[in-house]
């Protein structure tokens, strides 16, 4: 058997929005404060700047019913001083509907197959929908950390279906 030396990195790394790039979740009637969680501003400068990532790709997958609300955020929050969220993201698709919709849509408009994907979300659910394309899934209940993260990365692509955790 060969040995396996060289990591396979996903092609495309698509993050939900709420409860797990920031928090608490964008609500329409209230206008709470909101603000990044755990490690995501210092993974999503890595993904988009680093040179392991050279080609990889970033996407959001949010199923809300505030659309226009949500990419305002994105262009208000700040990863680096010259840097807004939104800048990190090729393809964002947010709209209420089931998460194999908005990765439907992933698929067509980058051309990357689902098992090239990793997805992160804060909702099991949204996961049980989406692994079934073949997508890698991990479950970040309260967002992302380093650690988490570097798992994800050593599990990719995941076995039968497997939810990282
Ligand atoms: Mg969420």
Redesign the pocket.
């Known amino acids: 058997m060969e040995e396996k030396t060289v990591q396979r990195i996903p092609k495309l790394f698509v993050f939900?929005?709420?409860?797990?790039v920031w928090g608490p979740?964008l609500d329409f009637y209230m206008n709470k404060p909101v603000g990044f969680l755990k490690d995501i501003e210092e993974i999503l400068l890595e993904l988009y700047k680093g040179e392991k990532f050279k080609g990889a790709k970033l996407a959001v997958a949010?199923?809300s019913g505030f659309p226009a609300r949500g990419k305002k955020k994105m262009k208000d929050m700040k990863i680096r001083d010259d840097l807004a969220l939104e800048d990190v993201f090729s393809f964002v698709e947010i709209y209420r509907k089931e998460k194999d919709r908005h990765f439907a849509a992933l698929k067509s408009k980058s051309g990357i197959d689902f098992s090239d994907m990793i997805f992160y979300?804060?909702?099991m659910n949204?996961h049980e929908t989406v692994k079934k394309l073949g997508v890698t899934c991990v479950f970040c209940p309260d967002g992302l950390d380093k650690r988490l993260f570097s798992k994800s990365l050593e599990n990719f692509p995941s076995k039968e279906g497997k939810i990282i955790t």
Request: aromatic content about 0%.
């Open positions: 939900d929005l709420d409860d797990t979740e949010s199923s979300d804060n909702q949204n």
